[in-house]
């Protein structure tokens, strides 16, 4: 097996049956595989495509779906097709690559030739009975999802702003069955419970609204996001400017009004180390925007730093500082 470089992205496909090993109707034979394996060409990674020769690869990562399928799944170019892109990690981004590439291909026909799906060692029955075992509490028939990572601080109520309670978030098949992840504190990229450090905002959570008039409600550590190429500014297929893309329900979320809100409760933080944290998470989401607001906001984290490295106190540097209404108008 081969060792590619694995990112830190969630796949959301849609469930597979879970045998160990199945044919689709192009007569693939989709054989199991373990955590972490990787290969070459079919059945899971086109062959041969566009040109004879091309070999793409894939990979899975850790976690399974109720399933028995891998929800962490990656695709990767063949070595001379490789430039700033060079992997994914959902199938919308492996078709808005092939669509951007090779417009003439036929996109039902490229995804029929190899199986997106994989299917995981650990059988679906094995996978249930481990959950039951586990003795996890489950997602109930509103979406509304107690604590299943045993985190004794869980509440929607204060995980997001003060004062203002959750709408009923919509049903989720996917992450939100596995084991040990809860919608509430779980980061949908490295599965690990959020803080409040930041003062709350050390995270995002998507708010986008569903068909059902549900929102999606799941959360993600900013940095993650930063690791994965999913916040910040990010060309390529993705095409996000100082934006937050939700892995979960592809939806986007601007961050320049949550980098305000990191900016201003550096002024009442005492730790410098901290403040010079939040001003560099702040930094690395807006660098590289077009956006008139997001420009003016990196004048002004810039010149923080600045004046913090030379020793100035926090109090004097905040004080100073003018920020940004959702315009770009100085508030």
Same mark, same amino acid.
């Given at each position: 097996?081969?060792?590619?470089?694995?990112?830190?992205?969630?796949?959301?496909?849609?469930?597979?049956?879970?045998?160990?090993?199945?044919?689709?109707?192009?007569?693939?034979?989709?054989?199991?595989?373990?955590?972490?394996?990787?290969?070459?060409?079919?059945?899971?990674?086109?062959?041969?495509?566009?040109?004879?020769? *091309?070999?793409?690869?894939?990979?899975?990562? %850790?976690? +399974?779906? !109720? /399933?028995?399928?891998?929800?962490?799944?990656?695709?990767?170019?063949?070595?001379?097709?490789?430039?700033?892109?060079?992997?994914?990690?959902?199938?919308?981004?492996?078709?808005?690559?092939?669509?951007?590439?090779?417009?003439?291909?036929?996109?039902?026909?490229?995804?029929?030739?190899?199986?997106?799906?994989?299917?995981?060692?650990?059988?679906?029955?094995?996978?249930?009975?481990?959950?039951?075992?586990?003795?996890?509490?489950?997602?109930?028939?509103?979406?509304?999802?107690?604590?299943?990572?045993?985190?004794?601080?869980?509440?929607?109520?204060?995980?997001?702003?003060?004062?203002?309670?959750?709408?009923?978030?919509?049903?989720?098949?996917?992450?939100?069955?596995?084991?040990?992840?809860?919608? *509430?504190?779980?980061?949908?990229?490295?599965? %690990?419970? +959020?803080? !409040? /450090?930041?003062?709350?905002?050390?995270?995002?959570?998507?708010?986008?609204?569903?068909?059902?008039?549900?929102?999606?409600?799941?959360?993600?550590?900013?940095?993650?996001?930063?690791?994965?190429?999913?916040?910040?500014?990010?060309?390529?297929?993705?095409?996000?400017?100082?934006?937050?893309?939700?892995?979960?329900?592809?939806?986007?979320?601007?961050?320049?009004?949550?980098?305000?809100?990191?900016?201003?409760?550096?002024?009442?933080?005492?730790?410098?180390?901290?403040?010079?944290?939040?001003?560099?998470?702040?930094?690395?989401?807006?660098?590289?925007?077009?956006?008139?607001?997001?420009?003016?906001?990196?004048?002004?984290?810039?010149?923080?730093?600045?004046?913090?490295?030379?020793?100035?106190?926090?109090?004097?540097?905040?004080?100073?500082?003018?920020?940004?209404?959702?315009?770009?108008?100085?508030?």
């Amino acid at each position: 097996m081969s060792s590619y470089e694995d990112p830190v992205e969630v796949d959301s496909s849609a469930e597979c049956n879970g045998d160990t090993r199945s044919t689709n109707k192009n007569e693939l034979h989709l054989y199991p595989v373990s955590a972490n394996d990787s290969g070459e060409g079919l059945p899971y990674a086109p062959a041969d495509w566009p040109n004879p020769g *091309d070999k793409w690869a894939w990979k899975v990562g %850790k976690r +399974i779906a !109720s /399933a028995g399928y891998f929800l962490d799944r990656y695709l990767y170019l063949p070595n001379r097709l490789r430039g700033k892109r060079g992997v994914f990690a959902s199938r919308l981004s492996v078709e808005q690559y092939v669509r951007s590439e090779f417009p003439s291909t036929d996109i039902n026909e490229f995804f029929a030739s190899f199986s997106w799906k994989i299917p995981s060692k650990l059988l679906k029955g094995d996978w249930y009975a481990q959950l039951k075992s586990s003795g996890m509490k489950s997602v109930s028939h509103l979406g509304t999802i107690r604590c299943k990572a045993g985190n004794s601080l869980c509440a929607s109520a204060s995980l997001i702003e003060a004062g203002n309670p959750s709408p009923e978030t919509m049903i989720c098949d996917i992450c939100c069955s596995e084991p040990g992840f809860c919608r *509430d504190c779980c980061c949908i990229l490295c599965c %690990k419970t +959020i803080s !409040s /450090a930041y003062g709350g905002y050390s995270y995002i959570r998507c708010e986008a609204t569903a068909d059902d008039g549900y929102i999606c409600g799941h959360i993600a550590h900013i940095d993650c996001a930063l690791r994965a190429y999913m916040a910040g500014t990010v060309g390529g297929s993705i095409g996000l400017d100082a934006e937050y893309f939700c892995r979960r329900c592809d939806s986007r979320t601007e961050l320049v009004s949550h980098v305000m809100k990191l900016l201003k409760i550096c002024g009442s933080i005492d730790s410098r180390d901290d403040v010079e944290k939040i001003l560099n998470v702040g930094f690395c989401i807006i660098r590289g925007s077009r956006r008139t607001n997001a420009k003016q906001l990196l004048r002004h984290i810039k010149s923080a730093m600045a004046k913090l490295q030379k020793g100035a106190c926090i109090e004097d540097v905040f004080k100073e500082v003018e920020f940004l209404d959702a315009n770009g108008e100085t508030a």
